[in-house]
């Protein structure tokens, strides 16, 4: 079997002002959520101190394939639709990597 | 006693042309002696597919001052003077990031 490349995605999602607290929250709820799903190595929630908006997420996950399964499970499309109106602009792509070493 | 916040590094080294593979291979050396460290929690190696010369660095510590006496550790020194003459450019600060959940 070909060694297949683990899939790292880090991006940010930016809440509008004085929603950063909650969308963490959610973020925080997703990320109990993910770490069950098939795939998924790594979830990570983080803020920038100096930054009041932004909400950082780092993922693993052993393929592209399982991390993009993962958005439509139930539980998550729910988080999803409860953090949309948070949001000060649509979410943008991230960086996509692919994993060396972990 | 105080919750202390994690410290995560998101950052890139750049390596002259032909250079990134050995590159590469010195950071996975430098991973492998890090997750020995005191308080590393994380030390992830990877490339972006479409760019030929960078190494990114994502690293997740007990407190940013474990981060800063790896960085004087023998071996990681060794490391550091093996990589430095592979780069490009001078090592940026990276994104320094709080761990909410992790």
């Known amino acids: 079997m070909l060694h297949m490349s683990k899939y790292f995605l ?5 809440a509008k002002p004085n929603s950063q607290k909650e969308l963490t929250q959610i973020m925080i ?9 098939n795939g998924c190595e790594l979830y990570i929630v983080s803020t920038d101190p100096a930054d009041t908006q932004t ?4 993922e693993i996950w052993t393929t592209k394939q399982d ?9 998550v499309r729910e988080l999803i639709s409860k953090a949309i109106p948070l949001l000060d602009q649509p979410p943008t792509k991230g960086q996509e990597l692919t994993v060396i070493s972990n």
């Not at 709820?29 to 799903?37: E, G, H, N, V, Y």
């Not at 909400?55 to 780092?58: D, E, K, Q, S, Y």
Request: hydrophobic content about 40%; aromatic content about 4%; proline content about 0%.
């Open 10 to 14: 880090h991006g940010s999602l930016v």
């Open 55 to 58: 909400v950082w997420i780092t």
């Open 29 to 37: 709820q997703a990320s109990k959520l993910m770490k069950t799903a």
């Open 67 to 75: 991390h993009e399964n993962s958005l439509s499970a139930t539980g």
